[in-house]
């Protein structure tokens, strides 16, 4: 078929260039929309990257103010910005930089993979002719394209930017390709260069990967390459620390199937159009609840590094749950992830064994049941998704058949419980804290809360029904805890 741009693309690309000849300047269209043009890709929100010999800051500084859109200075060393446009509900971007050379062609080479240095002159985006011959492809882009392979432009490419080491994966994830041999073989030589990115270009990276479904092979090769433990060094510490007869495999082995039997748990749990919806809840910007679990797989057992202990020559982490809190705060705080995405993460992390001890008992108390979900809150699902690609996990010697059909068993009946209580109308409070102040002559404090709690999870599981009740059991508690 003719490689043509639709005629929306040329209605959204047409004051671009009518400001282009107006101002008598040459412009290529460049990189992803004509790879994606290509590919026949088409995404929500579509973005454009141009070049020009120079006056990149100059000719979108114009093209704003003409669209009546945001303006954003990337690097004005290197004479690269951004246009934010909002049209029809989507957010069109249009990036502009200077050559990177004294001609096209030598810009080209510096981009990053031979599939985004492909370039075509703005006026041939409006022609309609097949625009295969018109496209200009020095490095063989389209061939790679073919090919279905990522391959980098020239041997600099990783150390001009290394996050391009991340990229590579992310695009493979992205569009299903394959990283080119030599390519890793050169993200593996210059894998130490990356220390020096920002951890916000480094989480972009990092979530495009886990927003696909192909995380967990991109991941271990990442690890082969020992490439992902310059990005998180606490991975280190997890290699080679048997877990005992539970386990069959090493903490940081665990952790990575772990990931690995989620992935395969979303193809069935994602059927579920609750769960679905849940999963594709965005806590930040693009970011979906679903790639955060993801994340939470990779960092569910990372404080056991910490807790090690050996007694009567048996291995246990006691309180790894507390440790991996701890670590898991510092990485969101050098992530740059938002408040709503680490305080997620901390609480997944915390309380990922919940389920488990529920799981020690075929049938867990009213208590242990109202308990768990006061805790978990809007992440009890996450906790329990995780729960059960952790077990799954888990094939030691020791981890019997019955056991896991058992933890299965009450994760699924967790499942539905919270799904019920979410179509229940929320029980009103038998007494407020007015009331409790003014029967027991009390001023505001701590105190009030404590009671509070204590009535609100007695009234859940039945043992108070009446105010009658709830004024003995306040009583009680405030006797206690005098």
């Given at each position: 078929?003719?490689?043509?741009?639709?005629?929306?693309?040329?209605?959204?690309?047409?004051?671009?260039?009518?400001?282009?000849?107006?101002?008598?300047?040459?412009?290529?269209?460049?990189?992803?929309?004509?790879?994606?043009?290509?590919?026949?890709?088409?995404?929500?929100?579509?973005?454009?990257?141009?070049?020009?010999?120079?006056?990149?800051?100059?000719?979108?500084?114009?093209?704003?103010?003409?669209?009546?859109?945001?303006?954003?200075?990337?690097?004005?060393?290197?004479?690269?910005?951004?246009?934010?446009?909002?049209?029809?509900?989507?957010?069109?971007?249009?990036?502009?930089?200077?050559?990177?050379?004294?001609?096209?062609?030598?810009?080209?080479?510096?981009?990053?993979?031979?599939?985004?240095?492909?370039?075509?002159?703005?006026?041939?985006?409006?022609?309609?002719?097949?625009?295969?011959?018109?496209?200009?492809?020095?490095?063989?882009?389209?061939?790679?394209?073919?090919?279905?392979?990522?391959?980098?432009?020239?041997?600099?490419?990783?150390?001009?930017?290394?996050?391009?080491?991340?990229?590579?994966?992310?695009?493979?994830?992205?569009?299903?390709?394959?990283?080119?041999?030599?390519?890793?073989?050169?993200?593996?030589?210059?894998?130490?260069?990356?220390?020096?990115?920002?951890?916000?270009?480094?989480?972009?990276?990092?979530?495009?990967?886990?927003?696909?479904?192909?995380?967990?092979?991109?991941?271990?090769?990442?690890?082969?390459?020992?490439?992902?433990?310059?990005?998180?060094?606490?991975?280190?510490?997890?290699?080679?620390?048997?877990?005992?007869?539970?386990?069959?495999?090493?903490?940081?082995?665990?952790?990575?199937?772990?990931?690995?039997?989620?992935?395969?748990?979303?193809?069935?749990?994602?059927?579920?159009?609750?769960?679905?919806?849940?999963?594709?809840?965005?806590?930040?910007?693009?970011?979906?609840?679903?790639?955060?679990?993801?994340?939470?797989?990779?960092?569910?057992d990372i404080g056991k590094?910490?807790?090690?202990?050996?007694?009567?020559?048996?291995?246990?982490?006691?309180?790894?749950?507390?440790?991996?809190?701890?670590?898991?705060?510092?990485?969101?705080?050098?992530?740059?992830?938002?408040?709503?995405?680490?305080?997620?993460?901390?609480?997944i992390v915390l309380c990922?064994?919940?389920?488990?001890?529920?799981?020690?008992?075929?049938?867990?108390?009213?208590?242990?049941?109202?308990?768990?979900?006061?805790?978990?809150?809007?992440?009890?699902?996450?906790?329990?998704?995780?729960?059960?690609?952790?077990?799954?996990?888990?094939?030691?010697?020791?981890?019997?058949?019955?056991?896991?059909?058992?933890?299965?068993?009450?994760?699924?009946?967790?499942?539905?419980?919270?799904?019920?209580?979410?179509?229940?109308?929320?029980?009103?409070?038998?007494?407020?804290?007015?009331?409790?102040?003014?029967?027991?002559?009390?001023?505001?404090?701590?105190?009030?809360?404590?009671?509070?709690?204590?009535?609100?999870?007695?009234?859940?599981?039945?043992?108070?029904?009446?105010?009658?009740?709830?004024?003995?059991?306040?009583?009680?508690?405030?006797?206690?805890?005098?």
């Amino acid at each position: 078929m003719p490689l043509k741009f639709s005629a929306k693309d040329k209605e959204i690309l047409n004051p671009v260039c009518d400001l282009a000849g107006q101002r008598k300047v040459k412009l290529y269209l460049v990189g992803g929309a004509l790879r994606d043009l290509i590919l026949k890709r088409r995404k929500d929100n579509p973005d454009f990257d141009f070049c020009l010999k120079t006056g990149a800051l100059s000719f979108g500084r114009r093209l704003a103010g003409h669209l009546k859109a945001a303006f954003v200075l990337l690097d004005e060393e290197h004479g690269a910005c951004r246009v934010v446009k909002k049209l029809d509900g989507k957010l069109y971007t249009f990036d502009f930089t200077d050559f990177r050379g004294p001609t096209l062609e030598k810009d080209l080479l510096h981009r990053d993979f031979t599939i985004n240095s492909l370039a075509l002159g703005l006026k041939d985006v409006f022609s309609d002719k097949d625009l295969s011959q018109a496209i200009i492809d020095p490095y063989s882009g389209r061939e790679d394209l073919k090919r279905k392979m990522i391959r980098a432009t020239h041997k600099n490419s990783f150390p001009e930017d290394p996050l391009r080491i991340m990229r590579a994966f992310s695009f493979s994830c992205l569009i299903g390709f394959s990283v080119e041999k030599e390519t890793l073989r050169l993200a593996k030589k210059d894998k130490s260069m990356i220390s020096g990115v920002s951890g916000e270009r480094l989480r972009d990276e990092l979530f495009k990967i886990l927003e696909s479904n192909q995380a967990h092979a991109a991941l271990v090769t990442l690890d082969r390459l020992k490439i992902l433990e310059i990005i998180f060094p606490e991975i280190k510490p997890m290699r080679n620390i048997g877990q005992g007869p539970y386990h069959h495999l090493d903490v940081w082995q665990h952790t990575l199937e772990t990931l690995n039997q989620f992935e395969l748990l979303l193809a069935q749990a994602r059927k579920n159009p609750r769960i679905k919806q849940y999963l594709d809840e965005e806590l930040s910007g693009l970011r979906r609840r679903m790639s955060l679990l993801k994340f939470a797989c990779i960092l569910h057992d990372i404080g056991k590094p910490g807790a090690l202990r050996r007694e009567k020559k048996r291995i246990i982490f006691h309180g790894h749950e507390r440790v991996g809190l701890g670590l898991t705060r510092a990485i969101c705080r050098r992530l740059k992830l938002s408040n709503e995405e680490s305080r997620s993460l901390e609480r997944i992390v915390l309380c990922h064994l919940r389920p488990g001890y529920l799981a020690d008992s075929d049938h867990p108390t009213p208590k242990a049941v109202f308990r768990y979900f006061r805790d978990t809150g809007t992440d009890a699902l996450a906790v329990l998704l995780l729960s059960l690609s952790d077990q799954r996990a888990t094939k030691g010697p020791l981890t019997t058949a019955l056991s896991r059909t058992r933890h299965e068993k009450i994760v699924k009946t967790l499942i539905r419980r919270l799904f019920k209580k979410e179509k229940e109308k929320k029980q009103a409070r038998l007494l407020n804290g007015n009331d409790i102040m003014r029967k027991f002559k009390l001023q505001p404090s701590e105190l009030i809360g404590t009671v509070l709690d204590e009535l609100e999870e007695a009234q859940a599981i039945g043992k108070i029904k009446n105010k009658a009740d709830a004024f003995k059991l306040a009583a009680k508690v405030i006797k206690l805890k005098k």
